[in-house]
């Protein structure tokens, strides 16, 4: 008797689904193999138990072959008198549990099943590699960087992301590193299966497509473009120094009805993608794209709002932000920021710590400090969110002091500035959260 199912070296070079090994006994000794194959942790928990064509039931196993001194102990011990013979279910049904569990359970069960299949014995070690969470472009999936890094998986062949694709219903599928130093902002992406990275993903009605090999793109910002969508600019001129694909200037231009955006980018594909989205989104006529490096741009004096959404800091750009407003009306900065917090750390009461007081260089602190109606530091405090943590308003504070000063630079004048609002974005990792600063810049008025 062939006791021991082993699935063929063909079968498992094919890729084709083996079936699951299963136990055959009698109805009356169900119930005591079950038990049996539970404790020896071999039960097939995602897969039913059927009932065969004579009238006898396969109880679904663990593994592609069945060891034959349990086998034994079945026949001998446990159901005394069955044959308990094996058998191979070439389309087994999934359990209740299995059809209600969770995609990345149901990725566990089908990479382990396949790295079985491959005699190559599941561990703890491998299963702990395993993606916990990833984004889904379409039928892309781009995984995290902090798995399949295992020395392991690195024999398995590609057969292993088609199974991986398979397991969570995608063609495509892709693996994140960290963003590349270089300043274009390109993201490390290794295209694992499918022939090209282009992607194209919907939000508030607007339509990006990308390479995801070539471009980032944050699901954690869609509260802040929505924020931005819901502005009203009507005949605003904006400046984009990190336009990216159009994460803030498509909103802008579509939904908050922007006059014009000059849109500054140096990663040439994203680029390439921002023309495509101007176009795709029918405003390419209200843009100008200006690609390159933001410090070399030739604009001045002609922004109502410029918008800074560059990570870590967009400090460098803060200069040619103060450089394109407007000098007769001057406008609104739209400064994102990494804030980190200190929990239970005593801070300096705020407008009076020695690094405020160092931003100072020139008399007039209390001029650009106060704002129409004489409001201070202290007193615009009060009006901020009870949300806001004590760092990102120190810091707003720093940065409302510096771009004040750097103002005065450019301009050869006297500038006042008000924060109005300080929004949270995202929290980076724990006590690191990513905020927008709105500042409100408007030159003094001359006097004779």
């Known amino acids: 008797m062939g006791e021991n199912v082993v699935v063929s070296n063909m079968e498992r070079e094919s890729g084709k689904s083996v079936g699951v090994v299963a136990v055959v006994t009698e109805p009356r000794f169900t119930q005591r193999c079950r038990e049996y194959l539970e404790k020896q942790k071999l039960f097939d928990r995602q897969h039913r138990v059927e009932k065969m064509p004579d009238g006898s039931v396969a109880l679904p196993v663990l593994g592609e072959t069945f060891p034959e001194q349990h086998l034994q102990e079945l026949r001998n011990r446990v159901a005394p008198g069955s044959a308990c013979m094996l058998t191979q279910l070439p389309d087994?049904?999934?359990?209740?549990?299995?059809?209600?569990?969770?995609?990345?359970?149901?990725?566990?069960?089908?990479?382990?099943?396949?790295v079985e299949g491959r005699g190559v014995k599941w561990s703890a070690e491998l299963e702990a590699d395993l993606p916990r969470s990833w984004q889904r472009h379409g039928n892309l999936l781009l995984l995290s960087?902090?798995?399949?890094?295992?020395?392991?998986?690195?024999?398995?062949?590609?057969?292993?992301?088609?199974?991986?694709a398979s397991a969570l219903g995608v063609q495509r599928l892709a693996k994140r590193g960290r963003v590349s130093p270089d300043g274009t902002r390109t993201p490390a992406v290794t295209l694992l299966l499918?022939?090209?990275g282009w992607v194209e993903h919907v939000d508030n009605g607007i339509h990006y497509k990308f390479d995801v090999t070539r471009c980032m793109f944050s699901f954690g910002n869609i509260t802040e473009k929505l924020r931005m969508a819901s502005l009203t600019c009507a005949g605003e001129v904006l400046v984009d120094l990190y336009a990216g694909i159009g994460y803030f200037t498509l909103p802008f231009l579509v939904h908050a009805g922007a006059a014009f955006v000059h849109a500054c980018e140096w990663n040439p594909h994203a680029v390439v993608a921002l023309r495509n989205n101007l176009e795709i989104n029918g405003v390419a006529d209200r843009c100008q794209i200006h690609f390159g490096d933001n410090r070399k741009l030739k604009l001045s004096n002609i922004a109502d709002r410029v918008i800074l959404g560059?990570?870590?800091?967009?400090?460098?750009?803060?200069?040619i932000a103060c450089?394109?407003?407007?000098?007769?009306?001057?406008?609104?900065?739209h400064i994102h920021q990494n804030v980190e917090s200190f929990p239970g750390k005593n801070l300096q009461p705020l407008g009076v710590s020695k690094i405020e007081k160092?931003?100072?260089p020139y008399p007039q602190q209390t001029v650009?400090?106060?704002?129409?109606?004489?409001a201070t530091g202290d007193s615009r405090r009060k009006m901020l969110s009870p949300a806001t943590k004590p760092e990102w308003q120190m810091w707003a504070e720093s940065a409302e002091t510096r771009i004040a000063t750097l103002l005065h630079q450019v301009h050869g004048k006297q500038w006042k500035t008000r924060i109005l609002h300080i929004q949270p974005v995202k929290s980076y990792a724990?006590?690191?959260d990513h905020i927008v600063l709105d500042l409100e810049c408007c030159p003094c008025p001359s006097v004779f």
């Open 358 to 360: 160092e931003h100072w």
């Open 310 to 319: 560059l990570l870590p800091s967009s400090e460098e750009g803060w200069p």
């Open 145 to 164: 960087e902090d798995c399949f890094q295992a020395k392991h998986w690195e024999n398995l062949g590609p057969e292993l992301w088609e199974t991986i």
């Open 194 to 196: 499918g022939d090209h």
């Open 430 to 432: 724990p006590h690191v």
């Open 92 to 114: 087994p049904v999934p359990s209740k549990r299995a059809q209600g569990c969770s995609p990345a359970q149901k990725l566990c069960l089908e990479v382990s099943r396949w």
């Open 323 to 333: 450089q394109v407003l407007r000098q007769d009306a001057g406008g609104i900065l």
């Open 368 to 374: 650009t400090n106060q704002w129409k109606n004489g």
